[in-house]
């Protein structure tokens, strides 16, 4: 079972920011948000991940709370292009890890004019 | 630089046969993992292939099987078709087995009639 919770839906203005929350309150030590997201008809696509500080790169931000007990994956500008649905996944590193990713039912996000 | 290619795009398939489908990682890859995802659903983890030797496998029954050959690529065979094998077959690959970078390719969108 998955070991996050999300909205089911979401909707954001285009040009605003979104947010979109996780909660992931039984997280170990060892475990990372991963944050991908899958366009309609297509594959998954990576976005971004952390362990417990903040992190930015070219398509989002993630903030994690002190406790780790939840994020929050933040697209600045968001764009009809961003409509999908988004998964927040916890993930183990470590040893014996097989690098399965359990994803949820993920947050619909629907960008709109 | 080409990403994750699958083939066939499409199939449909009748129940009790069989079908082989293919996955070629991105040029470096060497684990390869297979997902299902039902309609409207999260893709859920069926193998992990890294280095010809399975590493991983999920909740599913022998029916489904997997392998991987010297140049990484891999098919995922299913036996025996049920009605409820119809989804979309998601391969991604990574450099290796806990990889963080999982590069998906676009799935088999498998129809069992």
């Known amino acids: 079972d998955a070991k996050t919770t999300q909205p089911p839906s979401m909707d954001c203005a285009e040009g605003r920011a979104a947010n979109l929350p996780c909660n992931h309150s039984t997280i170990s030590g060892n475990e990372y948000v991963y944050w991908y997201r899958q366009i309609h008809s297509q594959g998954p696509q990576y976005i971004i991940h952390g362990l417990k500080n903040n992190e930015t790169n070219e398509m989002a931000s993630l903030i994690i709370t002190e406790d780790r007990k939840s994020s929050t994956l933040i697209l600045p500008h968001a764009t009809l292009r961003d409509t999908a649905v988004y998964y927040c996944?916890?993930?183990?590193?470590?040893?014996?890890?097989?690098?399965?990713?359990?994803f949820g039912q993920g947050t619909t996000l629907q960008v709109k004019p | 630089d080409a990403g994750v290619t699958q083939s066939p795009t499409h199939l449909i398939k009748t129940r009790g046969q069989q079908v082989t489908l293919r996955c070629s990682p991105i040029s470096g890859h060497k684990s390869v993992s297979w997902y299902q995802q039902v309609l409207g659903q999260g893709p859920q983890f069926i193998f992990q292939?890294?280095?010809?030797?399975?590493?991983g496998r999920g909740n599913f029954p022998d029916r489904f099987s997997a392998r991987q050959f010297p140049n990484y690529s891999s098919e995922l065979n299913v036996n025996a078709l049920l009605l409820g094998d119809s989804a979309l077959y998601l391969c991604a690959s990574s450099l290796g087995v806990g990889g963080d970078g999982y590069t998906f390719g676009s799935g088999t969108r498998l129809t069992v009639v």
């Open positions: 996944i916890v993930r183990f590193h470590g040893s014996g890890n097989t690098g399965k990713l359990i």
């Open positions: 292939y890294y280095e010809k030797e399975e590493r």
